[in-house]
């Protein structure tokens, strides 16, 4: 067998590289979803001190590389607090932050888009903080938001090859090894770049199918 031959083995190391990124990809985009979405209530609620704290954060999130966060936090972290790091925490810590920041902005833009009449007349019916938020705020809100967070979570997506870097076996990481033992990276490549593509139209799809339902869901109730 030639150095540079493809073998079937190969096929079920991409399949496993894939598994990697789509697992992380959706861990990380949970995560993430939860906790800008959490960040985006206490900045509508404005809760004091935590609202500048979760903008802060948000903000230095968005605004810087997402390489070097993922360098700070698989080298830096265990470094200055002492404590073990492995590649698979790292890149689950960076994504999910990563993400939150973004999610956070398309849910503050989200809230602030429902007229403070609707709120305020919920609150004259008597309906708590609470109701008022289950009831009147996050039926609209998500179906603002599906269309900004599908756009989010395919780059995201795309994102996540970044992790192969600090030697997490993903897609992308089984495609460098692969790359380097059969010296053939036009179809190396291309194959790796279209298990992406798929998986990002799959994720597109999904979101656009959410946001149709989301949509005449809201219609139907006068939302």
């Known amino acids: 067998m030639r150095y540079t031959e493809f073998t079937p083995f190969d096929l079920w190391l991409l399949a496993q590289g894939l598994g990697v990124t789509i697992g992380l990809f959706l861990v990380t985009s949970l995560i993430g979803l939860a ?6 209530v206490i900045r509508f609620y404005r809760v004091p001190v935590l609202t500048e704290v979760v903008t802060f954060v948000a903000e230095v999130l968005k605004n810087s590389p997402v390489l070097v966060q993922l360098f700070l936090v698989f080298f830096g972290f265990p470094a200055f607090f ?18 939150a920041a973004f999610v956070y902005v398309i849910a503050v833009s989200a809230i602030e888009s429902i007229g403070r009449d609707q709120i305020e007349a919920a609150r004259v ?29 395919v780059n995201q997506l795309q994102v996540t090859s970044l992790i192969s870097v600090i030697g997490v076996m993903d897609l992308a990481k089984i ?3 692969l790359n380097l033992r059969t010296l053939k990276p036009f179809i190396v490549w291309t194959v790796v770049g279209i298990l992406y593509y798929l998986t990002a139209k799959l994720v597109a799809m999904l979101g656009a199918k959410l946001e149709k339902r989301l949509r005449a869901h809201s219609a139907f109730r006068g939302l």
């Open 35 to 40: 906790i800008g979405t959490l960040w985006g």
């Open 82 to 99: 002492k404590v073990n790091m492995t590649p698979v925490e790292a890149a689950v810590i960076t994504l999910s932050a990563n993400t």
């Open 125 to 153: 019916f008597g309906l708590s903080r609470w109701q008022v938020l289950r009831h009147v705020i996050a039926p609209q809100a998500a179906a603002f938001s599906i269309g900004p967070l599908t756009a989010l979570l």
């Open 175 to 177: 495609g460098a090894n």
